[in-house]
C-alpha cells in the first residue's frame, strides 16, 4: 500500500476509535454515522490534496474550507448561489444552527438526547479534530504529536460526564493512537526507536545486552501512550460548565430529567460594569411596589462558589392561550396573608437568558414555547425559546410578612435542614465573627436581622473590588468591608449556615424604574444578587445585606418594629393603565431614559448597546494567527544572519536561509549537493545581476568548510540579500504573497519541535544498557577477569 494512502487510513481510523469515547455523553448512537461520513471526507480530501502536489501548510486550509463548504451544502443549501456556491445567508444559517446545537449542549446534562442540530455539530468538532490528526500524521508525519487531539474527544466525556467513565473508555483511543505510530514507514520506526551506532558502542556482542529495535519501539509507544494519558489531562484545563454537563436532560437513570445550569453570579460584575446601562426588559403590574425579579437560585456551595444543583425539571403544561399553574411555595402556609399580582413582561432582544425572569414565588405562567420548573426552587427554565424578545404573563404572590411572626417561626424540617446548612470546612474565624454579631441574639430571625444590620451599616458598597466570593475573597471581603452584591449575598448565606440557618442565594435583578406610562424598566445595571432565608410556615424568605446606598430601604419584613404587614390588600393595588397613580419608584439607582428613550412607546427595541469589543478582538486574533507564519520565518532569518556570531556560523546560516529563500520561490533543493553544484542550478534561475552575488555566497561557504583557514565572513549577508531579492522577484505575486505570508519553508524547521524528545528517549531507552557495561568495567570485575595465556 502507498505510505501516504496508509497514513491518511490510520489518521481516520485513530479519529474514529477515540470518538467511540463520546458514546457515554450521548443518548443514542445516532451521530455516529454523520461523524464517519465526515472522517472519510477529511480523509479523502486531504489525500487528494498532498497528491496533487499541494504545499503542506495549504492542506489543513484546503481541509478546512472544503468542510465548511460541504456542511454548507448539506445544512444550509436552502440559500446556494447557482446551488452550490455558498452565500452570506447560507454562512449565516449554518451559523445559526450551530449556535442552536450549542445552546443545546448548554442545557443538557450529559447524556444528552439526540438533536439533529447538535448531531451537525458533534460531527463538525470531529471534523475539526480528524483535519488536526490528518496534518500531524499524513501531511507532517508527527505521528507522536496526533495524540493530543485524539485525546482531547476523550476529555470531554471524562471530565462532563457524572461519576466519570470507564477506564475501559480509553482503550479504543489508545489503540488509535497505537495505529498511527504503527503507520509509519519502518525508516521513522527505525529512526525513531534506536539511533544507529549507540547500541554497538553501549554493548558489544560480548555482552548480550543489545535491544532488539521493536522491542525498544513498543517499549516507547506505551511511555508515549502512557504519558499522555496521564500527563495532559493534568495540564489541560477544566472544561467550563455548560459543556455537555449542564442543562436539562436525561441522567442516568433518573425517573425524571434533571438540570444543572449556568452560574450567572458570575456576571454581575461585568453587568454591573456596563459603560451603558443597557435595558434588559420592561414590565407592567398590578402591584405600586413590585419585588426583585430572580432569574436563577443558587443552593449549593462548595467552598469556591455558590451555584445551583441538579435539578429535577418537570413539564409546565400549557395550554395555548391559557395560564399554567406552578405548585405552592415549599414551606409555605396557607395561613399566611397573600395577594396575587399580575405582571406582564417584555424582554428586550439584550438579554439572552434561559431562565424565565419572574418575581418568586410565581404561580401561573402564560408564555410562549415549552418550559419547565424545578419544584424545590419554582425556578422556570425554558425547554427551547430563550427569553430574548420574548412576551409574557406572570402571577405571583406578594406575602403579608411580618417580623413577630416569622420571629416567632418554628424550626425547619429536617429535610430542609440538613440540605441547606450543608457547608465546606470553612475558616473558624468566618463562623467567629458570625457568632460575635449575632450576640446573644436567640432565634433565626433575631440572628438574620442581626446580620443584614452589620452589613448594611459597617460595610460600603464597592463594584471595583475583584469579584469572587470562595475563602480568600470571603476573608478579603470582611477585612476591607467593601464589596457589592455578590460578596454581601454571597457571605450572609455562609454565615447563616453556619449559624444553623437554612440559607441560599437568589440571583436576579432589581424592581427597575417606574416610567411615566407606568411601565417599570430594568436595566443591566440592576443587576443583583440576595440572600433567601428558610422559616417555618414562611418558606423562603428574601434578605437584603448589600447596603442602601444600592439597594435602597431594607424589606419591611426585616425591620422588627414594623409589625405592618408587607403585601397590600386588593384595595390598594394599583391600574397599571393608570398614568394619574404614577407616585412612586423603586430604590433602584437606574435612571430615567431621556426622551429619545427606544423602550417609550411601541414597537419596543432595545437600545444600541455601541460597537461590541467582541468582534474587534476576533479580528485580532485571526490576524495574529495568520501572521505567526511570517512572523516565525523573520525570527528564523534575524538570528542566521545576526552579525554577532562567529564567522563560520553567518556563512551557514546564510546557506540555509538561501536554502529556504529557494524553497520559498517555489524551487527544489538537494542538501546533500555541494555549495558548487548547488550554485549551478540556480545561476540560471536568478537575473544576471545577481549571478555575482550567487557567487560570493558558494565561494564564502565553500571557504568556511574547505579552507584550511576560511577568514572572515566578508560581505556574505549583503550578498544574500541580493540573492534572496532577485528569487522572490522572479515569482508571481501570488507567489510572493505565499512566501510572504506561509512559507514553505517553515515544513523544513518542523523536525526541530521532536529531535529532542526523541534524542531524551534515545537515552532513556539505553539507560539500562549503559548502566550493564559500566558494571560490567567496575575494577572489581577486571581484577577477577582471568589473565589472557
Known amino acids: 500500500m502507498n505510505e501516504a494512502l496508509r497514513n491518511t487510513i490510520a489518521g481516520v481510523a485513530a479519529t474514529f476509535l477515540a470518538c467511540l469515547a463520546l458514546l457515554p455523553a450521548y ?125 482531547l474527544l476523550y476529555s470531554i466525556p471524562a471530565t462532563t460526564v457524572s461519576g466519570g467513565i ?13 495505529i498511527l505510530l504503527v503507520s509509519e514507514s519502518r525508516e521513522r520506526l527505525s529512526r525513531w526507536g534506536r539511533v544507529i ?196 404573563d406572570v402571577s405571583t404572590l406578594k406575602l403579608g410578612l411580618k417580623p413577630g411572626e416569622l420571629d416567632a417561626a418554628g424550626l425547619a424540617p429536617e429535610a430542609v435542614f440538613s440540605r441547606y446548612t450543608e457547608l465546606p470546612p470553612l475558616p473558624e474565624q468566618v463562623k467567629n465573627i458570625a457568632l460575635r454579631q449575632v450576640g446573644d441574639a436567640k432565634t433565626n430571625y433575631d440572628k438574620a436581622i442581626a446580620l443584614q444590620s452589620w ?89 437584603e445585606p448589600t447596603p442602601q446606598a444600592q439597594t435602597g430601604l431594607a424589606p419591611s419584613w426585616t ?25 412612586t419608584s423603586s430604590a433602584s439607582p437606574a435612571p430615567l431614559p431621556g426622551e429619545d428613550d427606544p423602550l417609550r412607546g411601541a414597537p419596543q427595541t432595545p437600545v444600541d448597546p455601541g460597537i461590541s469589543p467582541v468582534p474587534v478582538l476576533i479580528l485580532a486574533g485571526v490576524l495574529l494567527v495568520a501572521a505567526v507564519p511570517f512572523l516565525v520565518r523573520t525570527a528564523i532569518r534575524q538570528i542566521r544572519l545576526s552579525p554577532r556570531q562567529p564567522p563560520g556560523r553567518l556563512v551557514e546560516g546564510a546557506w540555509r536561509e538561501l536554502a529556504d529563500s529557494s524553497i520559498d520561490a517555489g524551487l527544489t533543493w538537494d542538501d546533500a549537493a555541494t555549495p558548487r553544484a548547488t550554485g549551478a542550478r540556480l545561476r540560471p534561475k536568478v537575473p544576471q545581476d545577481a549571478v555575482a552575488s550567487l557567487q560570493e555566497v558558494v565561494k564564502a561557504v565553500e571557504r568556511s568548510r574547505y579552507a584550511p583557514d576560511p577568514g572572515s565572513a566578508g560581505e556574505v549577508t549583503e550578498s544574500l540579500k541580493a540573492v534572496t531579492q532577485a528569487l522572490r522577484s522572479t515569482g508571481s505575486r501570488a507567489q510572493q504573497a505565499r512566501a510572504l505570508l506561509l512559507p514553505p519553508s517553515l515544513g523544513r524547521q518542523l523536525p526541530r519541535l521532536w529531535r529532542p524528545l526523541f534524542g531524551l528517549l534515545d537515552r532513556m531507552d539505553t539507560a539500562g544498557a549503559r548502566s550493564v557495561r559500566q558494571v560490567l568495567q567496575l575494577p572489581w570485575r577486571r581484577r577477577r577477569t582471568p589473565a589472557a595465556h
Open 197 to 392: 551506532g549507540i547500541a554497538d558502542d553501549v554493548a558489544g556482542p560480548q555482552d548480550n545486552v543489545q535491544a532488539s529495535l521493536f522491542g525498544q519501539t513498543g517499549r516507547r509507544v506505551g511511555a508515549m501512550v502512557i504519558g499522555l494519558a496521564v500527563v495532559v489531562p493534568a495540564l489541560m484545563p477544566a472544561l467550563p460548565e455548560g459543556i455537555f454537563g449542564q442543562g436539562e436532560g436525561g441522567g442516568f437513570g433518573t425517573s425524571g430529567q434533571t438540570i444543572k445550569v449556568d452560574n450567572p453570579i458570575v456576571d454581575l460584575r461585568r453587568d454591573l460594569r456596563l459603560p451603558q446601562n443597557v435595558p434588559v426588559l420592561t414590565y407592567r403590574t398590578t402591584t405600586d411596589t413590585p419585588d426583585y425579579i430572580k432569574l436563577v437560585t443558587l443552593d449549593e456551595f462548595d467552598g469556591e462558589r455558590w451555584r445551583p444543583s441538579q435539578r429535577s425539571v418537570r413539564n409546565i403544561e400549557n395550554e395555548p392561550g391559557e395560564s399554567s399553574r406552578l405548585p405552592d411555595p415549599p414551606g409555605l402556609s396557607q395561613s399566611v396573608p397573600r395577594t396575587n399580582v399580575r405582571t406582564t413582561f417584555q424582554v428586550t432582544d439584550a438579554l439572552e437568558s434561559r431562565w424565565l425572569p419572574s418575581p418568586y414565588p410565581a404561580t401561573t405562567l402564560k408564555a410562549p414555547g415549552e418550559w419547565g420548573y424545578d419544584p424545590d426552587t419554582l425556578d422556570i427554565v425554558s425547554r427551547g425559546k430563550s427569553s430574548a424578545g420574548l412576551m409574557y
Open 166 to 178: 470507564s477506564a475501559l473508555a480509553f482503550i479504543p483511543a489508545a489503540i488509535g493512537y497505537v
Open 455 to 543: 452589613f448594611r451599616t459597617d460595610f460600603s458598597y464597592d463594584i471595583n473590588v475583584e469579584s469572587g466570593h470562595g475563602e480568600p475573597a470571603m476573608l478579603e471581603f470582611l477585612a476591607d468591608k467593601r464589596g457589592y452584591c455578590e460578596q454581601f449575598a454571597a457571605t450572609m448565606a455562609i454565615m447563616a449556615r453556619s449559624l444553623g440557618i437554612p440559607a441560599r442565594v437568589g440571583v436576579g435583578y432589581m424592581a427597575g424604574t417606574r416610567q411615566p406610562d407606568n411601565r417599570w424598566l430594568v436595566t443591566a445595571h440592576d443587576s443583583h444578587a440576595w440572600p433567601e432565608l428558610y422559616f417555618a410556615g414562611y418558606g423562603w424568605v428574601r434578605f
Open 27 to 151: 443518548q443514542g448512537q445516532e451521530w455516529l454515522g454523520s461523524a464517519v461520513l465526515v472522517l472519510l471526507f477529511v480523509g479523502a480530501t486531504g489525500f487528494g490534496l498532498r497528491q496533487l502536489g499541494t504545499p503542506h501548510l495549504l492542506v489543513p486550509l484546503g481541509q478546512l474550507a472544503a468542510l465548511g463548504w460541504a456542511f454548507i451544502l448539506v445544512y444550509a443549501h436552502e440559500d446556494l448561489r447557482f446551488g452550490f456556491l455558498p452565500s452570506g445567508d447560507s454562512v449565516e444559517a449554518l451559523t445559526e444552527r450551530i449556535n442552536e446545537g450549542l445552546l443545546v449542549v448548554v442545557r443538557y446534562a450529559a447524556p444528552v438526547p439526540y438533536d439533529h442540530d447538535l448531531a451537525m455539530v458533534t460531527a463538525l468538532g470531529i471534523g475539526l479534530v480528524a483535519i488536526s490528526v490528518d496534518t500531524m500524521c499524513a501531511t507532517f508525519r508527527l505521528a507522536p504529536w496526533a495524540g493530543l487531539p485524539l485525546l
Open 559 to 583: 425591620v422588627p418594629d414594623s409589625d405592618t404587614p408587607s403585601a397590600p390588600t386588593p384595595e390598594t393595588t394599583v391600574d397599571p393603565d393608570d398614568p394619574s397613580q404614577n407616585t
